[in-house]
């Protein structure tokens, strides 16, 4: 994988926006970012992916900035259901997991 | 999105005994099949990347001998943890590819083994 770096935690307020921001500065130009999260508990759940495009879909927006070199997850209305470690993951055949951010959601 | 199953989702065995996890992938055929451990406020690390009908690839550190991983079919992959210790106990995650793409991983929901 394309080395990723990513906050440790963040915190977010019901009902407001969550960005989490992730840096992949040694991106290749074909190479795709992923996103995924997962719930204390439980195995990894897809969000969103993209190349160079910003992308959106019914969990969330990914924007990629020009020159790829990192990228922003936006939850639009986060609630505490949201609460999580997100992980951003540019495989290169295998996935490999940096520690993410985790992600509260505060009432 | 695509479903991928495990079970058991939780196991308690002895020290010493073998146990057997099973991943389907319930709605694709996974092309390729991942297996992952997680140990307690740890990400997740990969173990081995398995493809139907041939040897599984093992990360460097992971003992071939003692997680043994069979792909028999495009809709199941099995690891087996041979003379479990203690300190195997951990949380076992599997992940399936080839719905759309190689790269997009449908995971899980883990297998949590307990070795006594």
């Known amino acids: 994988d394309a080395k990723t770096t990513q906050p440790p935690s963040m915190d977010c307020a019901e009902g407001r926006a969550a960005n989490l921001p992730c840096n992949h500065s040694t991106i290749s130009g074909n190479e795709y970012v992923y996103w995924y999260r997962q719930i204390h508990s439980q195995g990894p759940q897809y969000i969103i992916h993209g190349l160079k495009n910003n992308e959106t879909n019914e969990m969330a927006s990914l924007i990629i900035t020009e020159d790829r070199k990192s990228s922003t997850l936006i939850l639009p209305h986060a609630t505490l259901r949201d609460t999580a470690v997100y992980y951003c993951i540019v495989p290169r055949n295998q996935f490999y997991f940096g520690t993410g951010t985790s992600l509260t959601v505060i009432p | 999105g695509a479903v991928v199953s495990q079970h058991p989702s939780r196991v308690i065995c002895k020290s010493g005994t073998s146990v057997k996890i099973e991943c389907r992938s319930l709605?694709?055929?996974?092309?390729?099949m991942f297996w992952y451990r997680q140990f307690p406020k740890q990400s997740l690390m990969l173990m081995a990347t398995?493809?139907?009908?041939?040897?599984?690839?093992?990360e460097q550190g992971v003992e071939k001998d003692k997680f043994l991983i069979n792909h028999a079919s495009l809709t199941l992959s099995t690891l087996t943890v041979t003379s479990a210790h203690p300190e195997d106990s951990s949380f076992y995650i599997c992940s399936a590819a080839g719905l759309r793409s190689y790269n997009e991983q449908f995971f899980g929901p883990g297998t949590r083994l307990t070795v006594l």
């Open positions: 398995s493809n139907e009908g041939s040897k599984a690839t093992y």
């Open positions: 709605d694709f055929q996974a092309t390729t």
